[in-house]
């Protein structure tokens, strides 16, 4: 995969100064692992329309990838997945389907994962849970699919 890749941390106290955020340097650490370009870096709130605004910046900067981390769960003001899907041109349900059924082999709580894949504008975008070594982990689990969903949604031409 040769395009860059922006990481988002979605978290109200994170972005708030509140804590360290975690999640991000550990997605980070994981993608230039895989020799992955690490393009742009953000700390957001969980508010849909920084989160909107946030991955159309990435992608318009030319990330093919997007990768966040947080607002993947249960509370109150978890609404990444209602962020992107408001601005997505389609949703790739095999990306959470994957990540939460390698999860519940670690974890019961990964049913209440909302983690997703989606095309937004020319980028994959793929919306990982905040806990650093979930998110690290759900990335492995779909690793073998990102370089052609990446290339399709830049639409470039594939063998495959």
């Not at 070594?133 to 492995?140: M, S």
């Amino acid at each position: 995969m040769e395009s860059s890749v922006g990481i988002i941390t979605i978290s109200d106290r994170a972005s708030g100064g509140e804590y360290d955020d975690l999640g991000g340097p550990a997605v980070k650490q994981a993608a230039e692992a895989y020799g992955w370009k690490v393009h742009g870096e953000a700390v957001i709130p969980d508010e849909i329309t920084r989160i909107q605004e946030t991955i159309r910046a990435f992608s318009a900067q030319g990330c093919g990838l997007i990768l966040t981390t947080g607002g993947t769960g249960i509370a109150a003001r978890d609404v990444t997945p209602e962020a992107i899907r408001a601005i997505m041109r389609v949703e790739l349900p095999g990306f959470g389907e994957a990540m939460r059924m390698e999860s519940l082999k670690i974890t019961p709580n990964a049913i209440l994962s909302r983690s997703l894949g989606a095309v937004v504008d020319q980028s994959l975008v793929i919306a990982l849970p905040g806990k650093p070594g979930g998110a690290v982990e759900c990335l492995g689990f779909v690793l073998g699919a990102i370089p052609h969903a990446v290339a399709l949604a830049q639409r470039v031409p594939t063998s495959c």
